[in-house]
């Protein structure tokens, strides 16, 4: 059989029948999600986090200065996500996408923490290491649900086969992330926001209490979807 009729009978096999669809309840790796009609449902926190204008960055900086400024962004966007426990899952270009469990508000809660202190790492404790080339801009966009995870790609070569995430909320988060910008660097969707404890909702600002939230939205797929916006944040102290 010749590799065309080969990738034929595959496609024929993939397009037809039911998938086994496992419901798992924690992130699996790409070793635990076998080739073929299987995949992985599951309730996830889709988390993004995209750096504004980078075209325009490369226009302005030559590229050894655009490679410092995108390395140490995206090392301090991975190393404060793992920190928090999530799961780095695809980098694309100036963007990073992870995901965290969604059992429970608390694991909700964990994304946000995560998007809080990206936002102080960023634009206050290390701004001063950008600011000399350009100070950096950036979206965080956050939203959660079912996750449908399968393997694509060619079996037998780890460079050439991953995990394909599909859920809406990893498009809305996505989507969310590509149009955040400072002040209110972290977005989210407003069913986040109602899942939310109040300790990520409300905070005080000089003794008072007030919401550290404001209305936004978002158009997408020519529809308007309301939002959540925030320019607070969270030092990290240890």
């Not at 999600?33 to 226009?59: H, M, N, P, Q």
């Not at 649900?145 to 460079?159: C, E, Y």
């Not at 988060?173 to 972290?186: D, E």
Request: aromatic share 12%.
């Amino acid at each position: 059989m010749g590799y065309i009729e080969e990738l034929e009978e595959k496609i024929k096999d993939y397009t037809s029948g039911d998938y086994e669809i496992i419901e798992n309840s924690s992130v699996p790796s790409p070793a635990d999600v076998a080739f073929g009609k299987k995949a992985y449902k599951i309730k996830l926190t889709a988390f993004c986090i995209d750096l504004r204008k980078s075209t325009e960055l490369l226009k302005i900086q030559d590229k050894e200065t655009c490679g410092k400024i995108h390395k140490s962004y995206l090392t301090i966007a991975t190393g404060i996500i793992a920190k928090n426990g999530g799961q780095l899952r695809s980098f694309n270009g100036d963007s990073v996408l992870a995901f965290f469990p969604a059992q429970f508000k608390s694991d909700i809660d964990n994304a946000i923490q995560t998007a809080f202190q990206l936002k102080w790492a960023l634009d206050v404790k290390y701004s001063k290491y950008f600011e000399p080339y350009s100070k950096i801009d950036f979206g965080i966009g956050i939203d959660w649900g079912d996750v449908f995870i399968v393997r694509a790609g060619l079996p037998r070569n780890d460079n050439n086969n991953d995990l394909v995430f599909l859920g809406m909320c990893v498009n809305f988060a996505t989507a969310i992330a590509n149009q955040g910008h400072s002040p209110h660097h972290i977005e989210i969707s407003t069913s986040t926001y109602s899942n939310l404890t109040e300790k990520w909702q409300f905070g005080k600002s000089n003794g008072i209490q007030e919401n550290m939230w404001i209305d936004g939205q978002l158009k997408w797929k020519g529809q308007l979807f309301r939002t959540k916006c925030t320019s607070w944040y969270q030092e990290i102290t240890d």
